[in-house]
Every structure is written in structure tokens, then in C-alpha cells.
């Protein structure tokens, strides 16, 4: 099982970016999907999720400038991040867990992992 990431790069604060993440071999319907990131020296950390029934949740951060989405014909994930910060400059990874997870923002919830996509916004 593998995620496929793309979409990461440089950006000028305040611009945008979104990240998109397919899988390999298998569906999202099934599946949580979440997005995380992880800071140079940080903790990953949790950034928005999607449960199978449709429930969104994101980070305080995130709220009100990143929107998660998945395209079930595409079976695709999407980040979509507007009014991008310094402080937002992370790898950035999907995630995906069959059916469910407890906590979204546990990383220890989830199965499987994209190889990571760098963003980096500058000021």
C-alpha cells in the first residue's frame, strides 16, 4: 500500500499551494485520510482529516485557511492551503487508516504513509 504525494514548493507568504495524495492500490472510500506535517526539530503534527461518513476536522491552525477534500472519481486527497505562513514551512505527509481512527491527529492511528512533499513559504 502506497500514498502518493505531489504538489509541495516554494511559495511567497500569503500565496497558496495544494497537495494532492493518490493511492497506490486500494480506495479512499474505505479509508480516514488525514494530512500531517513535521517542522525541522518538531513533533509531527496533525493538520486536517477526513472520516469515511465525511466528518472534517483541522488543526486551529488550519482553520480558515486550509480546506481537506477527497474526489472519490479521482480517488484523490486534496490540501488545499491559502494564506500560507512562514511557520506553515514543514514536510508534509498523507495518511490514511481503513475505516477509522479515534484521535485524527495521533499519527500513531494510521497505517499508512505518503513519502512526504516539502512546502516552504517565505517570508
Known amino acids: 500500500v502506497q500514498l502518493v504525494e505531489s504538489g509541495g514548493g516554494l511559495v511567497q507568504a500569503g500565496g497558496s499551494l495544494r497537495l494532492s495524495c493518490a493511492p497506490s492500490?486500494?480506495?479512499?472510500?474505505?479509508?480516514?485520510v488525514a494530512w500531517f506535517r513535521q517542522a525541522p526539530g518538531k513533533e509531527r503534527e496533525g493538520v486536517s482529516a477526513?472520516?469515511?461518513?465525511?466528518?472534517?476536522y483541522y488543526a486551529d491552525f488550519a482553520k480558515g485557511r486550509f480546506t481537506i477534500s477527497v474526489d472519490n472519481a479521482e480517488n484523490t486527497a486534496y490540501l488545499q492551503m491559502n494564506g500560507l505562513k512562514p511557520e506553515d514551512t514543514a514536510v508534509y505527509y498523507c495518511?490514511?487508516?481503513?475505516?477509522?481512527?479515534?484521535?485524527?491527529?495521533?499519527?500513531?492511528?494510521?497505517?499508512?504513509w505518503g513519502q512526504g512533499t516539502q512546502v516552504t513559504v517565505s517570508s
Open positions: 477526513i472520516s469515511t461518513d465525511g466528518k472534517i
Open positions: 495518511a490514511a487508516e481503513y475505516i477509522e481512527v479515534s484521535q485524527w491527529s495521533d499519527p500513531y492511528e494510521y497505517d499508512y
Open positions: 492500490d486500494f480506495t479512499f472510500g474505505d479509508y480516514a
